[in-house]
């Protein structure tokens, strides 16, 4: 190629880049104006909750979410209470961001208030709570406690615990990834040269994300935008420390930069496009979801993971091409130097003792970490990941938690967050009598425009149900709306909506109307809970086998062979186990979470096998590789000792970059930082160091099977 080309190619990749990054530096910020945290975001698809919430809108005029506050004094509300809890009915029902207000509620010990303010449905939930809650303070007299709760009380601590996702979480990443690569490399501009290679991929894919959320086509809430921050970071580091590593290498063969970042992208372009594509298509797996947040992580973390591998095998090679040596100093390889010996007696360093122990005693080394790992795995018998209360979502201070308590003091505990039947009007009487017939259910009534408080009250007497009750002040009777010859009624349940007896009254409640009305269904935020836990639940049953298969299949073809990654996919398998295990005894006699979310084994499965296997392929691709040359056995032990520091510094920066997720104080993305986090170093220290390369080096050719590797019955 001519000189002046070697010239312009690289810088104008690097132009390119830095176009892509002047574009999309600004939306990091902007992504957060396209991401939503309401409980839309999170619904499953074809559940029942998710049919009532969409047909709910049409039987009232407002269809926002329900803030409930709630006033408490201790020793009973005095008629001072009670006005000023008239006097904040009336100012919350002239904000623009409230659709309806309920009168004051008081409770039958008299020690508390409640008043439902229902928000419009273009409100900013989090904005429109926070003003609440202000106007909730300022009206509260001496001695009276006052919460928001409900519905839009917990999205809006939600969403405030998603704040640090665009700033906190990515600051305490990269600062991480950072200080680690500094350590490793002992050069004061290789890390930057990584890092910034990280964050233009992560800026491409924002830019990218962005633009398909704004259209509609992805869904983007703080769940996925967090886990696709550090999916990038991370995962865009560790193809540009193979490539790092590779390039270091061809500077000690070749004498032109030139030469050597040829001769890196021919040893680093296979396995970077086969584990970013094993991770693409492992995360693209849950499309098969039928939960809305799960769905919507596939696409996103699939645009992610393919920026990762452009930025590693496009923007990475011009850096170091135009600094070429000095990217290494004060430790820069010069051309002619003798590579370091990795296996032979003259290697010296962890990785050839590591060697040297697998060689002398392969088959024990293999059956002792894999029981170590299986005895780990123990820890699932006590996993407790079939959901978990709305109340216990957020770590830390939570006032609607704290509402939630104090209403179900002294209301029923499904107060402001009721049941919601949508059924056939004719059925209507048995459709009531079957709700009250319902154990668990402290009431029942019907939606109606007409009523200024958006209900009537209904029995199982045919005339109250059917004439409905008389509008205060109007003397006129009030009747429940009918859409299209369906009526929708209101249950309040006894318990809090989120909680376990709740859930039972649910389930009970669908088979009770199921009855008096076979075409009934039950929704509302109690239901959503359960259908959510159910779909969860169903989504990890289905879409783990098809992650196992998919990928098993990609490194069949990588690898040319049928044993070697049946071994792979079987040690990641068993480290998975363990991460989980670990995980298990830790959320239980640690942190003493009140348990998992179902997509906490789902999405800690499908990141850890998938970046798991990323180990192994850079591994067995090196081992395939130096097979071919030297043999298996000493093939073993040069891709070992090659690959070895690489490998482990990768998943070290890969482990920081997940851990800083528990900076978020939401439970499931702490219990993920942890499994993720704890399961990569597993993989790295234990299944990639010495499980998978004894086992490989105990098979010797027949790792190999069936290809021409496996006829090499001997060394060369």
């Known amino acids: 190629m001519p000189r002046f080309l070697r010239i312009v190619l690289p810088a104008l990749v690097i132009v390119v880049w830095l176009g892509v990054a002047s574009v999309g530096g600004p939306f990091f910020g902007k992504i957060s104006e396209v991401s939503t945290n309401d409980q839309t975001s ?25 803030a409930v506050v709630v006033l408490e004094r201790d020793g009973g509300l005095r008629s001072s209470d009670t006005a000023a809890a008239s006097d904040l009915a009336r100012t919350l029902g002239e904000r623009s961001d409230v659709e309806a207000v309920s009168p004051p509620i008081p409770s ?13 449905t273009a409100a900013d939930t989090g904005d429109a709570v926070a003003a ?78 962005y633009a398909l959320a704004k259209a509609g086509i992805v869904t983007v809430n703080g769940q996925v935008q967090g886990i696709l921050s550090i999916l990038v970071i991370g995962a865009a580091t560790d193809y540009a420390l193979l490539y790092v590593s590779r390039y270091r290498e061809a500077l000690r063969d070749e004498r ?41 992580l596939g696409p996103v973390a699939a645009i992610g993971i393919a920026f990762s591998v452009l930025a590693a095998l496009t923007l990475l090679p011009a850096l170091l091409l135009a600094f070429r040596r000095a990217a290494f100093w004060p430790l820069r390889p010069t051309f002619g130097s003798a590579h370091p010996a990795v296996t032979g007696p003259d290697a010296r360093g962890l990785w050839a003792r590591v060697g040297r122990l697998v060689a002398r005693r392969s088959r024990v080394v293999w059956i002792v970490c894999t029981v170590g790992l299986l005895a780990m795995g123990t820890g699932l018998l006590g996993l407790r990941a ?16 704290d509402g939630q308590a ?101 389930r009970d409640l669908r088979v009770a109307v199921e009855r008096a009305d076979p075409g009934a269904i039950v929704g509302g935020v109690t239901a959503t809970a359960v259908d959510t836990n159910d779909t969860g639940i169903r989504d990890r049953t289905l879409i783990i086998p098809v992650v196992l298969v998919v990928i098993l299949l990609i ?6 062979s049928i044993v070697a990654p049946l071994v792979l996919i079987g040690s990641v398998i068993v480290s998975f186990a363990a991460a989980l295990g670990v995980g298990a005894l830790v959320f239980d006699h640690v942190f003493h979470f009140p348990g998992a979310d179902p997509s906490v084994p789902l999405f800690s499965f499908v990141f850890l096998v998938a ?28 891709g070992l000792g090659v690959t070895g520091g690489v490998i482990t510094s990768a998943g070290v920066v890969l482990a920081a970059t997940f851990a800083a997720l528990g900076v978020i104080p939401i439970l499931f993305l702490v219990q993920i930082a942890f499994v993720v986090a704890f399961g990569v170093l597993l993989d790295t220290i234990v299944v990639r160091s010495l499980l998978v390369p004894a086992i490989v080096y105990d098979l010797g050719h027949r790792a190999w099977w069936p290809s021409r590797l496996a006829r090499r019955r001997a060394d060369m």
């Open 42 to 66: 999170f619904l499953p698809a074809s559940a029942d909750a998710t049919e009532v919430q969409q047909q709910s809108a049409a039987f009232r005029d407002e269809t926002g979410a329900p």
């Open 108 to 120: 039958k010990d008299g020690d508390a208030v409640e008043i439902v303010a229902t928000l419009t």
């Open 132 to 209: 609440i809650r202000t106007d909730v303070d300022r009206a509260l007299p001496s001695g009276v406690q006052g919460f928001v709760t409900g519905p839009a009380g917990f999205t809006a601590d939600l969403t405030e615990a998603f704040a640090g996702i665009d700033g906190i979480l990515l600051g305490v990443a990269l600062l991480a990834v950072l200080v680690i690569l500094v350590v490793v490399y002992r050069s004061p501009l290789l890390p930057f040269l990584v890092l910034g290679t990280a964050t233009f991929a992560l800026t491409a894919s924002i830019l990218v994300v």
């Open 256 to 296: 032109t930069g030139w030469d050597a970042t040829k001769a890196a992208l021919r040893g680093s372009l296979e396995p970077v496009l086969a584990s970013g594509g094993t991770v693409i298509v492992g995360v693209l797996c849950l499309l098969l979801s039928d939960l809305n947040s799960n769905k919507a």
């Open 386 to 401: 079939d959901g978990v209360p709305q109340s216990d979502l957020v770590i830390g201070q939570s006032q609607a938690r």
């Open 406 to 506: 104090v209403l179900a003091d002294h209301f029923p505990g499904g107060s402001g967050s009721p049941a919601q039947v949508i059924g056939d009007a004719d059925r209507l009487d048995r459709l009531v009598a079957a709700i009250e017939r319902t154990d668990g259910i402290d009431g029942v009534a019907a939606v109606s425009k007409q009523s200024q408080t958006g209900t009537v009250p209904v029995g199982t007497d045919a005339d109250t149900a059917r004439s409905g009750s008389a509008q205060p002040g109007t003397g006129q009777r009030a009747e429940p709306t009918v859409v299209d010859g369906r009526v929708l009624l209101q249950a309040t349940l006894t318990h809090t909506a989120d909680s376990d007896a709740a859930e039972q009254t649910v």
């Open 555 to 560: 490194l069949m073809l990588l690898l040319r």
């Open 611 to 638: 970046l798991g296997v990323d180990y192994n392929i850079f591994l067995m691709t090196r081992v395939r590789e130096e097979t071919i040359r030297s043999g298996p056995h000493e093939g073993v032990l040069r």
